[in-house]
């Protein structure tokens, strides 16, 4: 056998056992796949800590709406006081719930005039994300009897034609959410736009 023949003998062993390994091919596909699994893991947290949020503030909307609503309208006629009993009733209920359950409140305080009769407060402080928390307590919504409605995030009420109308109570809450999604998306070169609240809202029938 001539020299030639030897190398070439070797080399064909060599690239053999080169491509017989596979462990190159596997830092590959652990290095493409990778960016996908950040992104997969993120998402379950993210959108798991996002419902769980939307639902207790949903859970919390209606007890506060339930419990402005059955207090005594007279209050509302000619309120004492910027704030009447029952509006202060729905606030103290969701700030002590945000309170007892280690949520920022966001510097939030009842302050503030009404706009007919909802009364609208809101904080931005106390190290909340951009968006802040901002509480809506209407107090004279009015919604068709006949037919389901799904309030808005300020509460107000729907254009009634001609139905007949029930008077109820509707609070709303948009609680601050910093999404981590958006970030682990980029990852893939993806831009993502999520909104910076989430928000849930409740109407009950004012009792009295």
Known sequence: MTCTGHFRDVMSKVATLVWADDHAAQLVEFAISLPLLVVFVVGIFDFSGAYTLKQKLTNVAETAARTAA????????????????SVLDAYDLIHNYLTANNMRDCGITPT????????????????????????????????DSTAATTPTTNC?????????????????ISYA??????????????????PNTINASAIVMNEH
């Open 70 to 85: 059955s207090d005594p309208s007279g209050d509302l006629v000619s309120p004492s006081t910027p704030q009447p009993a």
């Open 112 to 143: 503030g005039s009404p706009v007919g009769l909802t009364w609208t407060f809101t904080g931005n402080a106390g190290g909340c994300p951009p968006g802040g928390l901002t509480i809506v307590i209407n107090r004279g919504y009015y919604f």
């Open 156 to 172: 107000s009420t729907p254009t009634l034609a001609g139905q007949t109308a029930v008077v109820a109570t509707c609070v709303s």
């Open 177 to 194: 959410y910093a999404w981590q999604f958006g970030r682990a998306a980029s990852l893939l070169g993806r831009t993502i736009i999520l």
